[in-house]
């Protein structure tokens, strides 16, 4: 059955591999990004998610199947929070009415094991509560100093995973049939993390925070084939999930027991 998807960051990375197996399986795509596809957008601001939005639906001619979010950015700077979630969240949420009007939506996004590492809580607060501009006061305030920049994209990260989390088993997602669900990659070999992999110090310092001892590092098409089956209909009960497609990194970091929070105390 052909199907028409909208994927976020269609011209590069996990979004062109996305896009590029889509297709090669006979689907039809709209691809949004800075340039190179059939939207050409700018998902860092409200007034470029919202003209996106409108430009990807008519451009799918008023009928889209399934949304998959991969635009993003890994730099230390408030902006990555304003792509990251809210070019994210709010282009997701503008699309859903005609989203909801398909015999089987689906969306997906991608998160990242970064939602793993420290935040900063402020900044994911005031990203839940839809304060943008909150949030990039706080987002230049920590890119003062890199260590603290760092914070905007694990913030991101671990904010579009609640998000998800959140909005997922609402009226407007559960409700509509549409399964809403993040996939969470280790470390992926793009042209994004090609430079900071090309050094020995580079690599030292991912691999320390990203360890993937299931096959290494990992290439763009491993999300890509989740993406695309989170967003098939055969994907009918899975909701509010971050999938940890990371060769093993969540499991070395959280250990075997991410269940006994709910334990009754032991006597």
Request: glycine share 8%.
């Amino acid at each position: 059955m052909t199907r028409t998807y909208v994927v976020t960051g269609a011209a590069s990375g996990i979004g062109a591999a996305t896009a590029e197996l889509l297709r090669a399986q006979g689907h039809s795509v709209v691809g949004v990004d800075l340039a190179d596809t059939e939207v050409t957008g700018d998902l860092s601001t409200h007034d470029g998610r919202i003209a996106a939005a409108e430009a990807a639906v008519e451009a799918a001619d008023g009928s889209i199947d399934a949304v998959i979010a991969c635009a993003g950015i890994a730099a230390p700077i408030a902006k990555t929070m304003a792509i990251n979630f809210f070019g994210v969240t709010e282009f997701l949420t503008a699309l859903l009415p005609t989203l909801s009007l398909a015999d089987q939506p689906r969306a997906a996004v991608v998160s990242s094991m970064a939602s793993l590492q420290p935040v900063s809580p402020e900044l994911v607060d005031a990203a839940l509560a839809g304060d943008e501009a909150k949030a990039l006061q706080i987002g230049d305030q920590l890119a003062a100093t890199p260590e603290a920049g760092f914070l905007n994209y694990s913030s991101s990260k671990r904010a579009v995973s609640r998000w998800v989390r959140r909005e997922s088993v609402t009226e407007a997602w559960a409700g509509a049939g549409i399964p809403l669900n993040a996939v969470a990659p280790g470390t992926v070999t793009t042209a994004m993390t090609a430079g900071l992999l090309a050094s020995p110090e580079g690599l030292a310092q991912v691999d320390a925070a990203v360890p993937m001892p299931l096959n290494y590092h990992q290439p763009a098409s491993s999300i890509a084939e989740l993406l695309v089956w989170l967003t098939s209909p055969a994907n009918t009960h899975m909701a509010g999930q971050t999938i940890y497609c990371d060769g093993g990194a969540d499991a070395v970091l959280r250990g075997d027991d991410i269940w006994s929070w709910n334990d009754a105390p032991r006597s």
